[in-house]
């Protein structure tokens, strides 16, 4: 990251020292937002998608600049790069995001007091939201479409990769807020200079929440630098416990799954448990499908013994540092347990709480696991693949959280609010 | 505080380097605690309410040790005091908790996925629970019994003016737990060496959420240091704006019960703001009232003038720092306003956003109070008093939250819990 890098929205900014002032006028800017009807906002956000769709030659030509500025090797390359395609999906995206129904101003608890005070909680959107993320350019379209839909506004802290990408896709929504009446501050694109990271880290009069999206690096340097509470949508190192009673085509099925169909992401398996009596039978299984995918299996010395008698090509002895690995590719760690007893031992001891299966066809057992395993998400005898805001029916998700304060599991929009309590007298006072 | 005191409860202790091997004690024990049905926790808790009573004498000799040791002049002192009468207090709020509804376990979510995994999403307990507290002994036995109630294990570091009590306190619920046959790291009292605040803090593996209960300057460090989710239980600027439509009996009221009925707790009045149109007319009202409990009066200059011809007797011209700030005790200040919009951007300026009220007749113009001021608790026409959550009906409270993420306003037993995804499913693998 450049160190004297200035967002160009804001030519004062070049002389600016802080970035306090830009996040107090979003400040202010928020209540404007905060008081939008449910029906203003949808439309305004079907206006940004329109935008965006009309201004995309705009902002491929920014994307240009900022693809043409990245060295070819650099693995981030792919996730920078928009296409015609990438944002006719984005702006589809938008046009979902505004017609999902309105999560402020749903009644969360009502009941009249003893002495006739009215009370009622209500959810009520955060104010404004924080989010620093790496160099997908996409983030800023969906953040700010989220973030505008549950009525908050939003301070954007993207990669200096992205810059001028990020830049021409502000500047179109700069537009329609204005044709709307409302300040541009709603949406802040902040100067990518890497010092006002911790400034925003510590501003927390005026922002509500910040969502680091990005590497593990990133997420660990907000933790610990910000005052600010923090969404963390952290690593996923996902078990799938095949039990001796499982249905052996189900957990084929399914382990194949969760580790193959999209290995980069943080619901894919990691590692395969399985109890002692049915391992030489069901190991063999996965085979064929796993050779397909070049898996690279890391197995522990009981499996190793049973694998290499199948002459599978991508087969290594783990190590200890295998099992609590996030492997994000087409690798797994492999170890047989004894016991279910075992089985959440090791779960307990690696997971990072994010998604965990059994396949087990007794279902006392799955209830037991369903119930004793600490994470956001748990399975019985389904792939981890589906931990996952759209496929539970939440909409377009910020991310995975794997903490356990306000949003756990997919965070989504109607984790962008919070609650307001209101009380209607009549001159009540207390005793 | 002593930078050499150790836990008595544990001789091991006095070699103890670090505490990671106690919290690690407890995120184990925290399981079983879990585990527990509700009926079987809320034995457990009523159980502890009699041991304590049983134990009453013990307690009060442990609490005298460390009420002699304090100076006399020690403003904590009465804070630290416990007497037969307090220790059946407390007794009688535990049982209160043992008899509240289960916060864990209630379906907040149910629907079939479109492939048949049945989807749950259900509260269950958090886990580990931090609280860094001070001199206040019952708080022990509060947190412990919140804590067990939803199903999580406590870790707590109180002060070390309060040793022997919180000594004294643990034991015997060490006994209980025993009893039960439940680990009794499942209530784990930490040393109160200073070093060891930092070290819990950086735990993120062990404990899931701190608490600080106690001072701006206690809350503000572990802002500062911690890495766990915390929750903040702030200072309460609370503002209360006559507007000039308002039942000035009602208005008169309301101020006065704000000031005066508790002024040493968070939501007390702190500023009055009041209309030109009746300033006149309203402010001589309050004054009778204020003259009886002395409450000092620091007027903005257009104030001053009216108040000053009553010949009020505790009457000062405010300075800017007597707006924002948490008087806490019989003192408060007052400014006149000549629009709605003045005081509400006086509210958004110097509010802790934890209680605001307006009084007025104006239906429209409370409701847009009531929507627009950001804050835990807003209310129209009655006394910020009411802002607590037994008030509410949510039980004993840990304290009132002003910040905006997991628990906004009283934090209480339904929030020492967190979600959980559940999915049923028979095979089904994503696409």
Redesign the interface.
Known sequence: MLETEYCSLSPKNIYMKTILSLLQKTRVAS?QM??LSDKKRSELIHAIAEALEENSSTILAANKKDYDAMADTDPKKDRLLLTSERIRGIVSDVHTVADLPDPTGNILLE?T?ENG?Q?Q?ISVP??VVGVIYESRPNVTVDVSALALRSGNAAVLRGGSDAVHSNEAIVSIIHRVLERYGLPVDIVQLLPTDRKFVKELLQAEKYV??IIPRGSQKLIQFV??NS?I???ETGAGVCHTFVEKSA?L??AT??V???KT?RPSVCNALDTVLVSTEIAKKFLPLILPDFEKFEVEIFADKRSHEILKTTGYPHLQQAKEEDFGREFLSQKCSVKIVDSFEEALQHI?KYSSRHSEAIVSEDKEL?EQF???V??????????T???DGG???LGAEIGIST????A???FALEKLT?????????????E
Do not use: M
């Open positions: 209540s905060a008081q009941r007091l005070i009370l909680k955060l104010g509500d929440i933790r610990e005052v509470p923090t969404i249905d085509q189900k099925n399914i194949v799954n969760a169909q307990e799955c369903l119930t004793r600490d994470a956001a998400s748990v399975f019985a005898n389904a792939s693949r589906f931990s496929v539970y029916g903490q356990k304060l306000h756990r599991g997919p919070t609650e307001k309590w209101i009380l209607r007298g009549d001159g009540q006072v207390r």
